[in-house]
């Protein structure tokens, strides 16, 4: 086989073990050269694999105890100063394996984009959405509980049990671990904050598209230099958080 051949073949995964191994006694320095790219790529591959395992120690601890549908718990927006705070919990199908799935916030754009189809069209996801208005009216913190429940209720099935990121759902009625840093822990945790993470940024780029002063297709509602510049200037908007600094300072200062 040519170099070229091989190389399409190899980008395809066509070989079996005993062809890779055939390959390795060829002298051609190409031939060397895409066997030592093949065995970087298994490596990094058998590295994630085994990431990935890590991260299920809570879905098989709760399996083990006979729960069937385990449902990770995220959201997206508690910090920035305009906008939703967004919520999502998953069930993942067991045996599940999404290569490189981890902390949305870990994660590039395209590879995000990416991991949300694929999660959206084979797992039970539900999605809890609560405005900007709900925030002031009853503080980040509840607000963040009440996404999460919605995301919950939005479920088609009803979870056996719940893992959750940093939070504790004091009145839902179903057994629940909380996990400190719970998105780089559990594969189910980690699907959840990329459901949320990307559901919010779409959001806010329809935002942006309404109030394109505040720059919220790049900064998402945080408080960033050009954000806080263009609060000083235009004021807020109405999906601006009223109880935030330095909206509530901005306001404070007008009346």
């Known amino acids: 086989m040519t170099i070229t051949e091989i190389k399409k073949k190899m980008k395809q995964a066509q070989f079996s073990h005993e062809e890779i191994d055939r390959l390795r006694n060829d002298d051609r320095k190409g031939v060397q050269k895409l066997i030592s790219q093949y065995d970087s790529l298994q490596m990094k591959q058998a590295q994630l694999k085994k990431q990935y395992e890590e991260m299920m120690v809570y879905e098989k601890e709760s399996y083990y105890k006979g729960k069937a549908f385990i449902a990770g718990i995220d959201e997206a927006g508690r910090g920035p100063l305009a906008g939703p705070v967004v919520a999502a919990a998953v069930i993942l199908?067991?045996?599940?394996?999404?290569?490189?799935?981890?902390?949305?916030?870990?994660?590039?754009?395209?590879?995000?984009?990416?991991?949300f189809e694929e999660i959206i069209n084979i797992a039970d996801t539900g999605r809890g959405i609560v405005t900007s208005e709900e925030i002031d009216r009853l503080n980040i913190y509840q607000a963040t509980k009440l996404a999460m429940k919605r995301a919950v209720n939005n479920l088609i099935q009803t979870p056996d049990h719940l893992l959750i990121d940093a939070v504790t759902l004091e009145d839902v009625p179903l057994s629940q671990t909380n996990i400190v840093k719970g998105d780089q822990k559990s594969v189910s945790i980690a699907a959840a904050s990329v459901i949320a993470k990307v559901t919010r940024d779409r959001m806010m780029t329809d935002l942006h598209s309404k109030y394109p002063m505040y720059q919220f297709v790049s900064n998402q509602g945080y408080g960033t230099k050009a954000h806080l510049e263009a609060l000083e200037t235009h004021g807020p908007s109405p999906y601006h958080r009223r109880s935030f600094a330095p909206v509530k300072d901005l306001i404070t200062m007008s009346e």
């Open 93 to 115: 199908p067991e045996g599940f394996y999404l290569e490189g799935l981890n902390d949305s916030k870990k994660l590039s754009l395209d590879r995000r984009e990416q991991f």
